[in-house]
């Protein structure tokens, strides 16, 4: 069994910064795509971005692409999201998601392995 731990989320002002973090423990697997998912209250889940097992390749989301990046240190069987210019709009759960193999989805129905979730509360 894979556990996945987010971390990092809370409460910040418009334009501020964030940065999540999610640690991988248990049976990790490699190769594996991870992603960051998010879900605000009244909506679906929502893809945010994804990165490949070497972190050649990185895919956004269309409303966070430019502010957010994705970076994974697979020594440190852990993946970040840094969030900058953060607007009320991306207050939400975010979790991250694991996938067997190296090609990407933005479906969450692709990921086999997911998180808890963290809160990211963004105030205008």
């Known amino acids: 069994q894979v556990m996945l731990v987010e971390s990092g989320g809370g409460l910040v002002q418009a334009g501020g910064s964030l940065r999540l973090s999610c640690a991988a423990s248990?049976?990790?697997?490699?190769?594996?795509?991870m992603g960051w998912f998010r879900q605000a209250p009244g909506k679906e889940r929502e893809f945010v971005a994804a990165?490949?097992?070497?972190?050649?390749?990185?895919y956004y989301a269309d409303s966070v692409k430019g502010r957010f990046t994705i970076s994974r240190d697979n020594a440190k069987n852990t993946m970040y999201l840094q969030m900058n210019s953060l607007k009320p709009e991306d207050t939400a759960v975010y979790y991250c998601?694991?996938?067997?193999?190296?090609?990407?989805?933005?479906?969450?129905?692709?990921?086999?392995?997911w998180g808890q979730g963290t809160q990211v509360t963004v105030s205008s």
């Open positions: 248990g049976r990790t697997f490699s190769p594996n795509t």
């Open positions: 998601a694991a996938r067997y193999g190296s090609t990407w989805f933005p479906s969450e129905a692709k990921y086999n392995y």
């Open positions: 990165i490949n097992w070497s972190a050649t390749n990185t």
